[in-house]
């Protein structure tokens, strides 16, 4: 092999090669499968490869919307909206993640694709431990900001089809750039879990400003080999978005105020979000019974048509508005049988995206639909036919909250918009 195909072999590996991550589920472990030696690489790639690891999964899904969904998580919109119900197949996810570790420092990189179109990096970040005490570690990069348990948890790991949508809506990427400092304590002393980061706030899209986002959890947990487990946390968001224009409104008796001065433009308005969240788990005759809870309050400043935090390269431009608003969910997980690979899911989940206005005066004072509460009954079934091989299918039943101010948008009545979702995931 020459110098230059020797040194391209090195410049690749160092660019597919740059991080590692613990695929996000809540044990920190990544199931990577070691890059395997050629006998032809020469001893310098060969001493390289030996920590390089890789991780992929993807997940092939079908879904079925009633006349009243719009949109699915694969596929087109709804060709017949309001009408009749619809299906899509598509491809959800797949993931690529690649690291490499040397000593105390790892770097990972993660391609995802999402619905056959999508392609952007996720994780893409440098790692290092204090090389005394090995507690103390710095991220650098596109991460997660590990807010609150469900978003802290991978995708590929978590049982419920898409997750709780409305944490979607705080976090839309669920990454963001920037920088975290984290603690993480021996087992003897509760696995105590402290990260502390600045974060740019738009996800992983360009920064698009000099202010920088706080984010900061905690989370501690019994010892996970005894047959009655108990893990929780805090996490506490405080954050800006930018004013694009001089229009703001605010929240004052059930009714937007718009606030028009020619200063607002270009000031900030405050983001900020508080989590608590708990997680029981016991093994029983039955098999493994879980019990999940989450509740998130807080402040989002948005859109009028849209609830989304910014995950935009650009600086939104429309008027403001500021909602206080709160969530969460309780899940019950209860494995059939203490040696089949089957997992029962229950759960409800609730969103208040403005608790200051409800019912009938929904639709009144520049209030609309973006302001309608929901709760969702979900049920579903969890398969593992094989260790890399998860099926899974659920059905979803929100129930949304009614004013006869919307009755031309469809919200005097619950909608007819629930969903069936049937996937299958290889992992890797």
């Known amino acids: 092999m020459t110098k230059i195909g020797i040194l391209a072999g090195i410049l690749l590996l160092s660019i597919l090669s740059?991080?590692?991550?613990?695929?996000?589920?809540?044990?920190?472990?990544?199931?990577?499968?070691?890059?395997?030696?050629?006998?032809?690489?020469?001893?310098?790639?060969?001493?390289?490869?030996?920590?390089?690891?890789?991780?992929?999964?993807?997940?092939?899904?079908?879904?079925?919307?009633?006349?009243?969904?719009?949109?699915?998580?694969?596929?087109?919109?709804?060709?017949?909206?309001?009408?009749?119900?619809?299906?899509?197949?598509?491809?959800?996810?797949?993931?690529?993640?690649?690291?490499?570790?040397?000593?105390?420092?790892?770097?990972?990189?993660?391609?995802?694709?999402?619905?056959?179109?999508?392609?952007?990096?996720?994780?893409?970040?440098?790692?290092?431990?204090?090389?005394?005490?090995?507690?103390?570690?710095?991220?650098?990069?596109?991460?997660?900001?590990?807010?609150?348990?469900?978003?802290?948890?991978?995708?590929?790991?978590?049982?419920?089809?898409?997750?709780?949508?409305?944490?979607?809506?705080?976090?839309?990427?669920?990454?963001?750039?920037?920088?975290?400092?984290?603690?993480?304590?021996?087992?003897?002393?509760?696995?105590?879990?402290?990260?502390?980061?600045?974060?740019?706030?738009?996800?992983?899209?360009?920064?698009?400003?000099?202010?920088?986002?706080?984010?900061?959890?905690?989370?501690?947990?019994?010892?996970?080999?005894?047959?009655?487990?108990l893990s929780g946390g805090l996490a506490y968001y405080n954050g800006f978005v930018y004013q694009g224009n001089e229009n703001v409104y605010k929240m004052k008796e059930k009714a937007f105020f718009l606030d028009n001065n020619v200063n607002n433009k270009g000031q900030y308005a405050k983001r900020r979000y508080f989590d608590v969240n708990a997680q029981l788990a016991v093994e029983t005759l039955f098999g493994l019974s879980q019990l999940r809870c989450e509740y998130v309050k807080g402040t989002q400043p948005a859109g009028k048509d849209s609830y989304n935090s910014p995950n935009s390269s650009k600086r939104p431009e429309t008027d403001t508005y500021i909602r206080d608003f709160n969530g969460g969910y309780i899940y019950y997980l209860q494995q059939i049988g203490p040696k089949l690979p089957l997992t029962f899911w229950g759960g409800y989940s609730w969103h208040d995206p403005n608790t200051d206005v409800s019912g009938a005066d929904i639709g009144k004072y520049n209030t609309n639909e973006t302001d309608i509460s929901y709760q969702t009954v979900s049920l579903g079934l969890v398969w593992f036919p094989y260790p890399a091989i998860r099926v899974q299918a659920f059905y979803e039943m929100p129930i949304n909250e009614k004013s006869i101010n919307l009755a031309e948008q469809g919200y005097n009545r619950n909608r007819n918009d629930n969903v069936f979702s049937f996937r299958i995931q290889y992992k890797y």
């Not at 650098?140 to 409305?166: A, C, D, K, R, W």
Request: charge should be neutral.
């Open 18 to 229: 740059l991080s590692a991550q613990d695929d996000k589920n809540i044990e920190n472990e990544v199931d990577s499968v070691s890059v395997k030696k050629s006998v032809s690489t020469p001893t310098a790639l060969k001493e390289i490869a030996k920590n390089v690891y890789f991780s992929a999964y993807f997940q092939g899904q079908y879904q079925s919307g009633q006349k009243d969904v719009n949109r699915l998580m694969v596929g087109s919109a709804n060709e017949n909206y309001g009408k009749s119900s619809f299906n899509r197949f598509g491809l959800r996810r797949a993931f690529l993640s690649t690291m490499f570790e040397t000593g105390i420092v790892y770097g990972l990189v993660t391609i995802e694709v999402k619905d056959n179109k999508n392609i952007w990096f996720s994780d893409a970040y440098l790692n290092i431990t204090e090389p005394w005490s090995k507690k103390f570690s710095l991220t650098l990069g596109s991460l997660n900001t590990l807010f609150g348990y469900e978003l802290s948890v991978s995708p590929s790991v978590y049982e419920l089809i898409e997750g709780t949508s409305f944490l979607y809506s705080l976090f839309p990427d669920i990454y963001d750039v920037g920088a975290q400092v984290s603690y993480k304590a021996p087992e003897k002393y509760g696995s105590l879990n402290v990260n502390l980061g600045l974060v740019a706030g738009n996800g992983v899209q360009q920064e698009t400003d000099s202010k920088r986002d706080f984010v900061g959890s905690i989370s501690a947990s019994t010892n996970k080999n005894r047959p009655f487990r």
